[in-house]
């Protein structure tokens, strides 16, 4: 598959290419499919991080198409990462919904950066959705001893099969999307506190990330240092 110029660009900008294979595949309830990759190089060539996420690229009918995942699991060792899917329409879904062990799929790495900070946050407040669920994971994963309170938004039950790693002291609270996301920002408007000590991460829908990281700064007077906003896909 020939690349466009969104491949030109990202080798302009740094971006490293590596090939991946499919090691293993398992289904996550009806909606979703997970994949066990072999990295290619990709993670004895990078720094690995929480919420680490790289670029695949897909045939859309003949044009190359390019979507992000967050690596679940990343195991240097190993050379090993897994990646999971929604199985709904789209080229990337039909990729992941007929792999096969054996397959390979181009990736590039380019533009993710991240690092809990020094000294570690008394608390996390992490807002999210089934899209940035993986990056949530690994950070509780990575800071499995610092409370956590996070919130998920659902656009319907079956994105509830994936499955945050919270531990005992994270509590988590499920908020259905509706027609518009607004009732995920009216509850974390409603529930989310200013702390000075604090780390708030902010990634779920596009529309969603700009009213809460406005709420954030404005409302609660967080500094820009305390907060990590994402627009992880748009409605629009």
């Known amino acids: 598959m020939k690349r466009n110029w969104e491949a030109l660009v990202l080798k302009a900008m740094g971006g490293r290419d590596f090939r991946l294979t499919v090691r293993g595949t398992e289904p996550v309830g009806e909606h979703y499919r997970r994949l066990l990759m072999d ?5 004895a060539a990078a720094k690995v991080h929480p919420t680490m996420w790289i670029r695949l690229w897909f045939d859309d009918a003949g044009r190359p198409h390019q979507r992000a995942y967050t690596l679940v699991d990343p195991d240097p060792a190993a050379g090993r990462f897994s990646l999971e899917f929604a199985l709904h329409d789209g080229c990337a879904a039909r990729w992941a919904a007929g792999a096969q062990v054996g397959d390979t799929i181009a990736a590039t790495l380019q533009g993710s950066a991240f690092a809990l900070p020094d000294p570690a946050p008394a608390h996390l407040y992490l807002v999210g959705d089934a899209a940035s669920l993986p990056a949530v ?3 509780l994963d990575a800071a499995a001893d610092i409370p956590a309170t996070v919130w998920l938004e659902y656009a319907h039950p079956g994105e509830q099969a994936l499955t945050p790693r919270a531990a005992e002291q994270h509590r988590v609270t499920w908020v259905p ?8 920002v ?6 989310l506190p200013a702390a000075p000590d604090a780390h708030y991460w902010l990634a779920c829908e596009a529309g969603s990330t700009r009213a809460l990281t406005r709420h954030v700064r ?18 629009r």
């Open 39 to 43: 990295d290619g190089g990709l993670l």
């Open 186 to 191: 009216d509850t974390v408007r409603a529930e």
């Open 137 to 139: 994971n690994s950070l």
């Open 177 to 184: 999307r509706g027609q518009d996301g607004q009732q995920l």
């Open 218 to 235: 404005r409302t609660l007077g967080v500094g820009k240092q305390q907060l990590t906003a994402l627009g992880y896909w748009s409605a």
